[in-house]
């Protein structure tokens, strides 16, 4: 069995430029804490699919709706998601958010690819002592929107797809 299964890609879409860093290595540290429990390597390894590549775009507008794009290349899952960045909060809280997060994506994957139930959630792990220094996040600016559109407060179904190449 792959040692590592699951490939967290990262990004953020804002309208003023700016990573929310802190979420993002908090969503980077949930999504490795679930590749290296064996029970969730288990639960992966009857999918019958080589790896995830998980992509994860935090967005800096109002989060009315979340998109999502599932789709198999290969031997590998593709899955975008996004997700609305949360409240200021102490760490604590911010790393069961992205938990929390991860844990409500891989519900959709097995919805969407009939697996059975996920194992429980891993114990958890300490943050990286770089405080994620190094974390590599695809930064996309989101694109001006007629006034009509601006309200939707979410990135289409297209842009998800296209995020990350």
């Known amino acids: 069995m792959d040692e590592f299964w699951l490939h967290p890609r990262l990004g953020t879409a804002t309208r003023d430029g700016r990573a929310p860093r802190h979420f993002l290595v908090a969503l980077q540290h949930a999504a490795h804490t679930i590749d290296a429990d064996p029970r969730w390597q288990r639960w992966w390894h009857r999918s019958g699919i080589q790896g995830c590549q998980l992509?994860?775009?935090?967005?800096?507008?109002?989060?009315l709706r979340p998109s999502a794009d599932i789709r198999r290349v290969d031997d590998q899952l593709r899955a975008n998601?996004?997700?609305?960045?949360?409240?200021?909060?102490?760490e604590t809280?911010?790393?069961r958010l992205a938990v929390t997060e991860v844990r409500t994506m891989f519900e959709v994957i097995r919805e969407a690819m009939a697996l059975p139930d996920l194992p429980?959630?891993?114990?958890?792990?300490?943050?990286?002592?770089?405080?994620?220094?190094?974390?590599?996040?695809?930064?996309?600016?989101l694109p001006s929107v007629?006034?009509?559109?601006?309200?939707?407060?979410?990135?289409?179904?297209?842009?998800?797809q296209n995020f990350f190449g």
């Open 81 to 90: 998601f996004t997700c609305a960045l949360p409240p200021a909060c102490s």
């Open 93 to 95: 809280e911010l790393m």
């Open 55 to 63: 992509g994860i775009v935090t967005e800096g507008v109002d989060h």
């Open 120 to 141: 429980p959630d891993p114990e958890p792990a300490p943050p990286p002592a770089s405080g994620g220094a190094d974390l590599p996040v695809i930064e996309k600016a």
């Open 146 to 160: 007629p006034r009509e559109l601006a309200g939707q407060g979410y990135l289409t179904l297209t842009q998800v």
